[in-house]
């Protein structure tokens, strides 16, 4: 989670909307906004086209959605990129299947206060002033678990995270929760230096040195975000968790970041099938006639040999309808043989 921008002094954040029961004691933000060509994903788009962009980023979004929603021990909400986006974005989560609490974010181009305000925002708890819902097309149907969320604490850590992460799973949010309950700082850390999510404990994001993690001496847009990250955290004494307490993971910025995750899950895929390979081979000695013939398929689908991440196969497409082999553009890859 790069920026194209400087850094905070972020505004007090105002009281957020509550239209979804809360589940587990870490609030989690998922920063998105909508997938309209021209708009989102634009350096993606330089490679892939404008509608193509717009449409991974659509399918990769929702994606992270359903993987957050699908995690106990968080509580989603989104943060769109534009207020007048929010009523918008409400209506495409539920049309996903995917609805959840939507906030705009903090209208600055200054990243680091945006990130500081939506974790501020989460970490004020569930609700508004008397219970009511608000913004996002929010209706009567709403206001039952709204007031329920009102009457809950607020929660104890809140994490924001991207959702143009294709690996975003449920298991790598509760390991950002779990690493929370016993330390102040928990980094996600992508590939190319940037992360894809940050942490806070409630008590340390309170601090007033906890500003320093979303400041000027972050060098945003850079390869040096997550590691001045962790040591503004450390500076400001608070504690960080391990480096390898939650997964690398990438976000797709560019045709080259799809072409490189395009070929990390190929090269998993192949190894999934190699370690399936004794199994298939004990089961065609064990096994004979149709039920063998079927048995093998079974075991790889089991073993993870045949499930390929969901948006590989969209990713293939748009590479291949972008790039042959090596281009003059430098992207080495060849779909497929990856």
């Known amino acids: ?45 330089a490679g892939v086209g404008a509608e193509s962009a717009a449409d991974f980023y659509r399918q990769c979004a929702e994606h992270a959605f359903r993987q957050a929603l699908s995690c106990p021990d968080v509580s989603p909400e989104v943060h769109c990129s534009e207020a007048a986006e929010a009523a918008a974005v409400a209506a495409w989560l539920r049309s996903a299947g995917c609805a959840m609490p939507v906030a705009p974010q903090l209208e600055t181009p200054d990243f680091g206060a945006r990130l500081l305000h939506a974790l501020r925002l989460a970490a004020a708890g569930p609700g508004l002033p008397g219970g009511a819902a608000t913004g996002c097309g929010a209706d009567a149907s709403a206001a039952a678990p709204a007031a329920a969320a009102a ?8 994490v924001v995270a991207a959702t143009d992460v ?6 790598a949010l509760s390991a950002a929760a779990a690493a929370l309950m016993t330390h102040d700082v928990v980094v996600g850390p992508a590939p190319d230096g940037g992360y894809y999510l940050i942490g806070l404990t409630a008590a340390a994001l309170a601090r007033p040195e906890a500003a320093a993690l979303f400041g000027a001496g972050i060098p945003w847009s850079t390869a040096g975000v997550a590691a001045a990250t ?41 190894r999934r099938r190699a370690e399936a390979k004794p199994a298939l081979a004990g089961a065609g000695r064990r096994r004979c006639g149709r039920a063998a013939r079927r048995r093998p398929l079974v075991l790889l689908r089991r073993a993870g040999g045949g499930a390929a991440h ?19 553009c430098g992207f080495a890859l060849a779909v497929g043989a990856v």
Do not use: Y
């Open 1 to 45: 989670m790069q920026s194209r921008a400087s850094s905070p002094g972020a505004a007090a954040p105002q009281a957020r909307p509550a239209d979804a029961p809360q589940r587990g004691r870490t609030a989690l933000v998922l920063v998105a906004r909508l997938p309209v060509p021209g708009k989102a994903k634009t350096r993606l788009a």
């Open 151 to 158: 009457s809950e604490a607020p929660p104890r850590a809140v």
């Open 166 to 171: 294709p690996g975003l799973s449920p298991a």
């Open 230 to 270: 962790r040591a503004a955290a450390a500076a400001a004494g608070l504690s960080v968790a391990p480096a390898g307490a939650l997964p690398a993971l990438r976000d797709i910025d560019t045709a080259q970041d799809l072409a490189d995750w395009a070929r990390e899950q190929e090269r998993a895929q192949d």
């Open 310 to 328: 969901p948006l590989l196969p969209l990713a293939r497409r748009l590479l291949e309808s972008t790039f042959t082999g090596a281009d003059a």
